[in-house]
């Protein structure tokens, strides 16, 4: 109750809710103390003046810390509750949902047709979902890995499109561990599977090329699909 109060009622009750329990705790060990012979009953009251206010600032000491201790932790699950929405809310902005609607169906189709490919399939699109929501945390990747994505990615997509989707990726080893945005080449490449390979009825090759020009990293993205809608 104390805790939807706001201001200084809250503290105020929480206060006087404490004091009472220490009065009443004190009155009660007091009484047990006297019932079981280790000072005469006549000394009762006397005996509680004596140690009724160090109840009171036990109790209320202790009372303060479990409260203060309740707040932060519920401060940190509505933090940590945040984050995962973001994380998600990032994993969706990154990864359209039409694109895991149509994978999950193809997946769906490929199970009776070729089970092996479906696996794989799935295995391709949990690494993808995972560097999806790794990289939220990160501000760089390594080119070797981010081109690993956008070759499962491609593969992901070949499952719906077939051999209308062609892809080069062109990147010397010794370019795999410079560090690039995350999800930049990815973002590049399924822009071109979705206006170019898809409205094309003849599809299209997508390539993907990694180089040094004079002290610069370039990475080229293109495709030669033309829209025949």
């Not at 109790?59 to 995962?84: D, H, K, P």
């Not at 989707?165 to 010794?174: G, R, T, Y």
């Not at 561990?177 to 997508?206: C, F, W």
Request: proline content about 3%; overall charge neutral.
């Amino acid at each position: 109750m104390c805790g939807r109060l706001r201001g200084p009622w809250n503290w105020t009750l929480f206060l006087m809710a404490c004091v009472a329990i220490a009065i009443a705790g004190c009155l009660l060990s007091i009484a047990v103390l006297a019932t079981l012979g280790l000072f005469p009953a006549a000394a009762y009251w006397r005996a509680f003046a004596g140690s009724v206010w160090l109840c009171i600032a036990i109790t209320v000491a202790f009372g303060i810390g479990n409260f203060l201790y309740e707040s932060m932790r519920g401060q940190l699950e509505r933090a940590m509750l945040e984050e995962e929405r973001a994380r998600f809310s990032s994993l969706e902005s990154r990864i359209h949902p039409h694109f895991l609607f149509n994978t999950l169906n193809s997946i769906s189709a490929l199970i009776r047709e070729d089970p092996g490919k479906a696996e794989r399939t799935v295995q391709q699109l949990s690494a993808l979902l995972r560097y999806s929501l790794d990289t939220h945390t990160t501000g760089l990747t390594r080119l070797g890995k981010e081109l690993r994505i956008v070759a499962d990615y491609l593969e992901i997509e070949r499952t719906r499109f077939g051999d209308r989707l062609k892809f080069i990726i062109e990147a010397p080893s010794a370019l795999e561990d410079l560090e690039l945005p995350p999800m930049a080449i990815q973002t590049l490449v399924e822009n071109s599977v979705k206006h170019a390979v898809s409205r094309s009825r003849a599809g299209g090759e997508i390539r993907i090329v990694a180089r040094t020009v004079e002290d610069r990293f370039l990475v080229e993205v293109s495709d030669d699909a033309l829209d025949s809608r």
